[in-house]
């Protein structure tokens, strides 16, 4: 069975999609197209432009900033393959929430497919409205070593925070509306907008954050796994209220934890089962934590616990698998490391 993973950029190799600094790429696209290769499939990466016909079609996350013909260019790929394909949908943030480009491609490709994986229970409740066939809920895996929480022996207490540009918002609000400790500290904030627009650190040089270190560093996988040696907490503020966000995937909570770094982190609905596991950001205790996070170390090895059972790279996999399977009524047979 031949299955197309509509992804935004052109490769033969799932290798190329496993190192993309793109996570919707590294932990959707490649892990799900690593699950069909190991079921028997073939897959091919043409970014919606002529190629062999495919039984399959699962369209990713659109860039429409890189390249402004995709949308239509991928559109039409579905059009012309709708008759003899069927078309999967990787919904990974509600885009309809807002009207954009994003959502306008969306709206087209959910006329157009049969089958829409989400990547939390939140979202496919947001998608309710704009979409009622069959849905699957497929999380992402961990993508970083399980590291056993430990004092770091810092002389100033510090936290850490990772994440995509469009995560800074919430970042900024709680450091300008949230943020109360008196007493110094550091923050190693780690994202793909490096080096931040000078707005945005302009925002930043705030009275109450007279006494925040805020070191700014481009993120990569290997930096934030030595950047949680350093650290003593991680926080996650979170677009709780945000349609685009309130459904994000538990992954960057699953991400600090497995990192060793015990976490505050905003409630979002993702994180729910882990609520007895991580504060809440909003707490007064955050910082008492940052201070001493020890008493937390006993849910950190709880929570990896979990991890290590249930969000495995082979666990998320078994599960585009099966999806792959029902969808198409495709027997395939699975390969286990």
């Not at 059009?79 to 009207?99: E, Q």
């Not at 994180?271 to 008492?288: A, V």
């Not at 020890?294 to 666990?315: H, R």
């Not at 698998?321 to 198409?328: H, P, Q, R, V």
């Amino acid at each position: 069975m031949l299955i197309e993973w509509l992804v935004p950029l052109i490769t033969k190799e799932i290798s190329t999609l496993k190192t993309c600094n793109l996570a919707s790429i590294r932990l959707r696209a490649a892990v799900g197209a690593t699950a069909a290769r190991e079921s028997g499939c073939t897959n091919q990466f043409p970014d919606g432009y002529v190629a062999p016909s495919p039984e399959v079609i699962v369209v990713g996350k659109i860039d429409n900033i890189s390249d402004q013909g995709r949308a239509e260019r991928w559109i039409n790929r579905l059009k012309s393959r709708k008759s003899s394909a069927k078309i999967i949908v990787d919904y990974t943030d509600h885009h309809l929430a807002r009207n954009t480009e994003n959502a306008c491609f969306y709206r087209a490709a959910l006329d157009l497919c049969d089958h829409v994986v989400c990547s939390s229970r939140m979202l496919v409740q947001n998608l309710a409205s704009h979409y009622n066939g069959p849905t699957s809920i497929i999380e992402d895996p961990i993508e970083v070593p399980i590291l056993a929480p430990r004092k770091k022996g810092n002389a100033v207490p510090t936290a850490l925070w990772f994440g995509h540009g469009s995560n800074l918002p919430y970042l900024i609000d709680f450091l300008c509306n949230g943020y109360s400790y008196s007493n110094p500290a550091r923050l190693i904030a780690m994202t793909n907008l490096y080096p931040l627009p000078e707005e945005l650190t302009t925002i930043l040089n705030r009275p109450n954050l007279d006494n925040l270190e805020i070191n700014i560093v481009p993120w990569s996988r290997d930096d934030m796994v030595q950047a949680a040696h350093l650290a003593d907490m991680c926080w996650i503020p979170a677009g709780v209220t945000d349609p685009l966000k309130s459904g994000a995937s538990s992954n960057r909570l699953l991400t600090a934890l497995a990192l060793g770094l015990p976490t505050a982190a905003d409630p979002l609905d993702s994180y729910q089962s882990f609520s007895n596991i991580y504060m809440n950001l909003r707490s007064n205790e955050i910082m008492s934590a940052i201070t001493d996070p020890a008493p937390l170390f006993e849910k950190v090895k709880i929570a990896q616990n979990i991890i290590s059972k249930n969000y495995t790279d082979e666990k998320i996999r078994q599960k585009w698998a099966s999806m792959i399977a029902k969808e198409t009524k495709h027997t395939i047979q699975y390969a286990t490391s």
